[in-house]
């Protein structure tokens, strides 16, 4: 199973999975958090990733749409704050 993956390009968050490659202005986010349910709260949000076998859920805000990230990898809301307060 390949897991989600997020890394930065230039003013932007950019999260790879399978043949999606979504990319979010970083200026545009506006709340990154955990989602502790099993299917996301948020039933509106782009899900991105395989949501069955994963140990995370993690909720990014913005001003336009709303994500949930399914991952096992721990350090993932941590990687996305860490590129936020980066940018500014």
Do not use: C
Not at 27 to 38: C, L, R
Not at 54 to 62: E, F, Y
């Amino acid at each position: 199973m390949f897991d989600v993956k997020v890394i930065k390009e230039e003013d932007k968050i950019v999260i790879k999975w399978q043949l999606q490659k979504i990319k979010i202005p970083i200026s545009e986010i506006m709340d990154v958090t955990n989602d502790e349910s099993y299917a996301g709260e948020d039933k509106t949000a782009n899900r991105i990733g395989y949501p069955y076998g994963t140990t995370d859920r993690i909720h990014i805000k913005t001003i336009k749409s709303n994500y949930i990230i399914y991952t096992s990898i721990g350090s993932v809301k941590e990687k996305i704050l860490a590129f936020i307060e980066n940018q500014h």
